[in-house]
């Protein structure tokens, strides 16, 4: 941390921090590290700022807006939700189309020379393939856009939270992440591509709300309403929405998701908002998912957006079906969370490969392809062959396309039931586990072999450098354990094996998910069948509550892992001994109401912070008093506009006369202009600006003893940047010290106080998170 003297005092620069904790030391200020892992590469962090500025520019500016410009605003952002849920729709249909192109094409080829017995060669062509696909998506992801690596949901979701960082919006980190994602499925990874939708869909939401671009001269002023964090953030909301939405083609799923998992703040109106993107995003694919149906769109088929149809009108269960049920809800809260655990240790197994650099990020991925083409090549052959049923619904054996029955190196009249499943794309997969009337298909050590499988080899492709998601592998995997408990029931329950993988799926996604309503409708949408409704929510709660007890939700984890600040929603017991007095550091440095040039221009060359207080002392004020805080990117508009005074005198400036609107609001992610840029005269630094109409006078306060269990429910339900703490005896400084989120996370407290933890918390096992490069 670096320590700069203003004014005659040592000031401490908490928010210059960029070391990872990996390599620094703990001071007695704040070490909270304030660098994470965004994709694959360690950036430096800011926060999100929800407050509105109430200072005099604002009001005038607030006060010359009239109806028009209401109905100019809300109309606009429904029309952005419009647009969201279009183009998000589009890009997952796209997305869909080119991997059932790209993997049918892969399979139709390398079928064709089995049919051939020429077994080698097939090999050869499968395994190349996938090499250069999954090389592909490595070398764009770690040379263009690393922000686009992984699922993108922990990014995500800690930015709906309040944590920005640089180009997790970007279009470059679009592009990349569509086609990398494509790139990643395509070559028989087990990754899915329904967690880079979530990502996709934010960064279109984004995008479109970043108010214009100069650069591409769209300076329209009805595109200018959303240039703040609270509108941005609803917006990222409904694109993380319609992400689900077009993944799983679940409106309603999508829009809970959202609510369950992602946003930290939500009220009505975003409902509204995220379930009229959805609509749109449902609408589109049916249109089409409809266009394909007729065979233009290759070998798309009844691949990619269809659902996993288990329909059945002749579903009853009993009493005696629901100890199965139960069954599966334990066996997945187990899996789920050693699936978590598992994943958390290979994660950090990876950082001892990765962080060396970017040519060992790339061979441990191609690393990954060939040892999962070797597997889901060669482990059909340890199955034996077996006889086409008699009353099979579709053409046995499936030659060249998707289906239940592949024949792999079966005689005539004769499939692998194993390569049914593992050779084969993710969705197919799932489609045959969930299909009905198919108990007899499946023997049991294809079952387990499968299972296997699919655990060991989603733990270790989650973490390469590549777009690749959770949700699919995850669902294939609780799917596989699911219908092997339907075999060993068999004729003692009156559900069928499909039924029984459906419930398994539930249960996984329960367990390492965490989420039970939002997973309970994706469920349902995706299988359409409700009359499975009472026995999925009965396996989602049960799944959750015993993988609580372990660890918690995989997204988290890695969140936590990245080194992201999340601020959650309850409070830690420790936080109710301690005041804020007793977390805050200084000394803080301040403003004064009419400030010389020259030391705001030092201030902000020298530290980080985003916001200063700004004090009236003699003449302005009769004692010292805080007048408000100020914004770092205000102070630089200020001083780029140029508008000094030669005297310290206060002048009633016209604000709006001075200053467009727009030079004041905030800008996109890394878009700011920087004190670096700017270059000022010796004349023009022993000059004065005076920040009142400038400097948000009605600020967040809290009084030194109040408890910090509530000054961080305060901060996070408000979506506050800053927190500023006032003394409690009056004749002290006006101000004892501001509050950011870094402050409340518990290697900040405990390492200011670590009694805590040798005291009655000694249970309370908290470790200092340790950013690393995992990607």
Not at 237 to 251: D, E, K, L, V, Y
Not at 276 to 289: D, E, G, M, P, S
Not at 344 to 362: F, S, T, W
Request: hydrophobic residues 45%; charged residues 15%; contains cysteine.
């Amino acid at each position: 941390m670096s320590t700069t003297s203003i004014n005659g005092e040592a000031y401490t620069d908490q928010e210059s921090d960029t070391i990872p904790l990996l390599t620094s030391e703990r001071s007695n200020i704040n070490s909270t590290s304030q660098v994470a892992i965004v994709g694959a590469n360690v950036c430096p962090i800011e926060s999100l700022d929800y407050e509105t500025a109430e200072n005099d520019f604002f009001k005038q500016d607030w006060r010359s807006g009239g109806k028009i410009q209401i109905f100019q605003y809300v109309f606009m952002k429904w029309l952005l939700c419009f647009f969201i849920g279009l183009i998000v729709s589009l890009i997952g249909f796209f997305n869909n189309l080119a991997v059932e192109n790209i993997a049918g094409l892969k399979f139709v080829v390398t079928s064709n020379m089995m049919l051939a017995r020429r077994f080698g060669m097939a090999f050869l062509v499968f395994s190349v393939s996938n090499l250069i696909l999954t090389l592909f998506a490595s070398i764009i992801t770690a040379f263009i856009a690393p922000a686009a690596a992984g699922s993108g949901i922990p990014e995500v979701k800690a930015y709906l939270n309040g944590v920005d960082a640089p180009g997790i919006f970007s279009l470059r980190t679009l592009i990349v992440k569509i086609i990398g994602s494509i790139s990643a499925v395509s070559s028989s990874l087990f990754v899915g591509k329904a967690g880079p939708m979530v990502h996709t869909g934010a960064c279109v939401a984004a995008l479109l709300g970043q108010g214009g671009s100069k650069r591409f001269r769209l300076t329209w002023r009805w595109l200018c309403f959303f240039k703040n964090d609270r509108d941005r953030r609803d917006l990222v909301t409904c694109g993380s929405a319609a992400g689900i939405a077009a993944g799983f083609r679940a409106p309603v799923g999508g829009v809970l998701f959202a609510l369950e998992e992602m946003a930290s703040w939500w009220r009505s109106v975003l409902l509204w908002r995220s379930f009229f993107t959805t609509a749109v995003v449902a609408i589109v694919l049916r249109a089409l998912i409809d266009f394909c149906l007729s065979g233009k769109c290759g070998l798309f088929g009844k691949g990619g957006l269809i659902m996993f149809d288990v329909y059945s009108a002749s579903v009853t269960y009993h009493l005696t079906d629901v100890p199965p049920a139960l069954a599966l809800g334990v066996i997945g809260g187990i899996f789920g969370s050693l699936f978590n655990f598992l994943s958390d240790k290979v994660l950090r197994i990876y950082n001892l490969v990765n962080e060396k650099g970017i040519v060992y990020k790339i061979s441990l991925a191609c690393a990954i392809s060939v040892s999962t083409s070797c597997l889901l090549f060669g482990l059909p052959w340890l199955a034996s062959c077996q006889p086409c049923p008699s009353d099979a619904s579709e053409s046995c054996p499936t030659i060249g396309r998707s289906g239940n029955f592949k024949k792999f190196q079966c005689p005539p009249g004769h499939y692998n039931d194993l390569a049914s499943l593992i050779f084969n794309t993710n969705d197919d997969a799932v489609r045959n586990l969930f299909s009905k009337n198919t108990n007899s298909e499946f023997q049991y050590s294809s079952i387990l072999i499968f299972f296997v499988t699919c655990f060991f080899l989603t733990i270790f492709s989650c973490g390469i450098v590549a777009p690749v998601g959770l949700f699919v592998p995850v669902i294939v995997t609780g799917a596989s354990y699911g219908r092997f408990v339907g075999m060993l029931v068999g004729s003692h329950s009156s559900l069928n094996h499909g039924l029984y993988a459906v419930l398994g799926a539930a249960s996984f996604l329960g367990g390492s998910m965490r989420m039970t309503v939002s997973l309970c409708v994706i469920i349902l949408e995706l299988t359409n069948n409700l009359l499975l409704l009472p026995l999925i929510m009965l396996v989602l709660l049960i799944s959750k509550t015993v993988a609580d007890a372990f660890n918690g939700n995989i997204f988290d984890l890695i969140m936590k892992a990245k080194g992201f600040p999340y601020l959650e929603t309850h409070v830690e017991p420790y936080m109710r001994q301690l005041t804020v007095g007793d977390v805050v550091t200084g000394p803080l440095q301040v403003f004064q109401g009419i400030e010389k040039v020259g030391n705001i221009v030092h201030v902000l060359r020298t530290t980080r912070h985003n916001g200063f207080p700004v004090i009236d002392e003699p003449p302005l004020s009769e004692s010292p008093v805080l007048y408000g805080l100020i914004l770092r990117a205000h102070l630089i508009e200020l001083l780029k506009k140029k508008a000094f005074m030669s005297a310290t005198v206060p002048t009633s400036i016209d604000a709006l006369k001075l200053f467009p609107a727009g030079d004041f609001e905030e800008r996109g992610s890394g878009n700011g202009d920087r004190i670096e840029e700017l270059r000022f005269t010796e004349e023009e630094m022993g000059m004065f600006l005076d920040l009142h109409p400038f400097t948000n006078a009605s600020p967040y306060t809290v009084v030194e003893t109040m408890s910090l269990a509530k000054a961080l429910i305060l901060f996070r339900d408000v979506g506050l940047r800053h927190l500023m703490v006032m003394p409690k005896i009056s004749g002290r400084s006006p101000v004892v010290g501001i509050l950011t989120r870094h402050d409340f996370m518990p290697e900040h407290i405990l390492g200011l106080h670590p009694f805590l933890i040798r005291s009655r918390w000694k249970r309370l096992r908290i470790r200092v998170p340790r950013v690393f490069k995992f990607f």
